[in-house]
C-alpha cells in the first residue's frame, strides 16, 4: 500500500522560509502529476502548485505564490518538493501532497502544518 509521508512544516517568521519534502513508500509507477495543495482554516483546498512528470517536468502555480515557491520532483525516488520564500501569514494553512495517474490512482498525504507569523 502506498503512503507519502510530509515533512519540513513549522512555524516561521513572515519573510522566512520553508522547505516541505514528500516521499511516498511502497511501490508507485508512472506518476502523471505531483501537486501540493493547501487548506487554511475555514477556507477550501486549493492547488498550490504542479509538477507534470507526464509531460516533462513542467510546472504551474498559484498566482498567489508565484515567484516565492518552487516544486520540484524526483521521480526515481518518488519524492516532490516545496521550496517556500517570502513567507506572508496569508500562507498559513495545512499543507498536502498528492500524487496523481490519470484513471490509475489519487495518492494523498497526511498534510503537514505551515505557520506564518506576521
Known amino acids: 500500500q502506498v503512503q507519502l509521508v510530509e515533512s519540513g512544516g513549522g512555524l516561521v517568521q513572515a519573510g522566512g522560509s520553508l522547505r516541505l519534502s514528500c516521499a511516498a513508500s511502497?511501490?508507485?509507477?508512472?506518476?502523471?502529476?505531483m501537486n501540493w495543495y493547501r487548506q487554511a482554516p475555514g477556507k477550501q483546498r486549493e492547488l498550490v502548485a504542479s509538477?507534470?512528470?507526464?509531460?516533462?517536468?513542467?510546472?504551474s502555480y498559484a498566482d498567489s505564490v508565484k515567484g516565492r515557491f518552487t516544486i520540484s520532483g524526483d521521480n526515481d525516488k518518488n519524492t516532490v518538493y516545496l521550496q517556500m520564500n517570502n513567507l506572508k501569514p496569508e500562507d498559513t494553512a495545512v499543507y498536502y501532497c498528492?500524487?496523481?495517474?490519470?484513471?490509475?490512482?489519487?495518492?494523498w498525504g497526511q498534510g503537514t502544518q505551515v505557520t506564518v507569523a506576521s
Open positions: 511502497g511501490s508507485i509507477f508512472n506518476i502523471h502529476d
Open positions: 509538477i507534470s512528470i507526464e509531460f516533462g517536468g513542467s510546472t
Open positions: 498528492n500524487f496523481f495517474k490519470r484513471f490509475a490512482y489519487d495518492y
